[in-house]
C-alpha cells in the first residue's frame, strides 16, 4: 500500500529546505553598502514618463511626495495617478524631513543624507 503521508512529509522537507536556502542567500546578498531603498516596503517608480516616452535628465521635473502616507518621491505628473497601500509605518516618520528631490539620475527620490540615513538604519 502506498504510503501518502511519507509523501507529503518528504514533500513539505524538501519546500523547508529550499526555503531555508534562499533566506541564506538573501542573508548573504544583504550588505550595509546598499541604498536605504532597498529598504523601503514598497517599490520606487525610477522612470517619469511622457506619453510613452521616457523623460531622463529633464530640468523642469518637480519631485512631490506622494502615497496615502506621504511615502514615495515622483514626479509631479505622476503624484497625480498614484496611489499606495493606506498604511502608516514608523519607518515613514522618517521622511517627514527628508528632501524629494530629483536625483543625479534624472529621476525623483528621497535626498540620503545623514538624518535620514540614521533614521532608516533604527528600522
Sequence with gaps: MFNYVKVFGFFILIILIAWVAGAIMNMKNDTKANSIVDKLPFKIINEARNGDNIIQGNESIDCVPA????ELCVEEDVA??????????????CYKK?????QNNGN????????????????
Aim: net charge positive.
Design 67 to 70: 502615497g496615502c502616507s506621504k
Design 80 to 93: 497625480r495617478s498614484i496611489s499606495s497601500i493606506c498604511e502608516y509605518k514608523d519607518i515613514y516618520s
Design 98 to 102: 527628508a528632501k524629494c528631490e530629483k
Design 108 to 123: 525623483c527620490g528621497w535626498t540620503e543624507t545623514k538624518e535620514l540615513i540614521d533614521c532608516v538604519g533604527k528600522f
